[in-house]
């Protein structure tokens, strides 16, 4: 079954300065991976995706993320960030085998300071 | 193009009673799937559906069903109410026909059992 880790709970960052966010999987063959941002009380936006080819991605937001297949990571990155980008992020796994299901990481939660 | 919508927002039950949400896709959307989120627990999946018919389910007791309508709108039920089922449940929809399909997430019901 696959798995999915955030080692980081909570990264608090200075606004203008750049952002990286682990995530490491667990699965077998290729997975779908994906990264949401979720906003207090609010759901989840896909920021975004990745499933073959190109190994770094472009997502919404001035976000990109990378696939290391060899260290089984799909970190995402943001050169610098705007008080706007303070929320809680998560890294998901799916797989070709299970219908709309998404395993979850535990989540990092992110701080903008001025 | 309308997102997914779920009602109501906020609810709030007493033990042993039973609730029921709802959600409404994006329109040409035939997949719903529904998570429930804890602080503890995190994201996790409950079930997924496609045209009226459950496709995949996670581990969550009987307690917790749902269907889903000739119009793709779907529900979930909980029946008899613990206090361990509070949470903010979200629905989140897709075209379903491939498993790479994005998920797009309402902005969920929150749950307090009393």
């Known amino acids: 079954a696959q798995s999915v880790t955030q080692p980081d709970i909570h990264i608090t960052v200075s606004e203008g300065a750049s952002l990286e966010l682990r995530c490491n999987y667990s699965?077998?063959?290729?997975?779908?991976l994906f990264w949401y941002v979720q906003s207090p009380g609010q759901g989840l936006q896909l920021l975004l995706k990745?499933?073959?080819?190109?190994?770094l991605v472009q997502g919404i937001k001035g976000f990109e993320a990378e696939f290391k297949r060899s260290q089984s990571s799909f970190n995402l990155r943001k050169p610098s960030v705007h008080w706007s980008d303070a929320a809680e992020y998560f890294c998901?796994?799916?797989?070709?085998?299970?219908?709309?299901?998404?395993?979850f990481g535990a989540g990092t939660q992110v701080v903008v300071t001025p | 193009k309308a997102g997914v919508t779920q009602t109501p927002r906020y609810l709030i039950k007493t033990r042993g009673q039973q609730v029921t949400l709802s959600c409404s896709p994006i329109s040409g959307h035939r997949s719903v799937s529904w998570y429930q989120q804890t602080p503890g627990q995190g994201l996790q999946f409950l079930f997924e559906?496609?045209?009226?018919?459950?496709?995949n389910k996670g581990n969550f007791p009987g307690r917790f069903s749902g269907r889903q309508f000739s119009n793709s709108r779907s529900e979930m039920n909980v029946s008899t109410l613990e206090l361990g089922d509070s949470a903010l449940y979200l629905c989140?929809?897709?075209?379903?026909?491939?498993?790479?399909?994005?998920?797009?997430f309402g902005p969920g019901t929150r749950l307090t059992v009393l």
């Open positions: 559906y496609f045209s009226e018919t459950q496709r």
């Open positions: 699965y077998g063959a290729t997975p779908y």
């Open positions: 998901a796994v799916g797989a070709p085998d299970s219908w709309g299901k998404f395993q």
């Open positions: 989140a929809s897709s075209l379903g026909t491939t498993f790479t399909d994005t998920q797009y």
């Open positions: 990745y499933f073959s080819g190109d190994t």
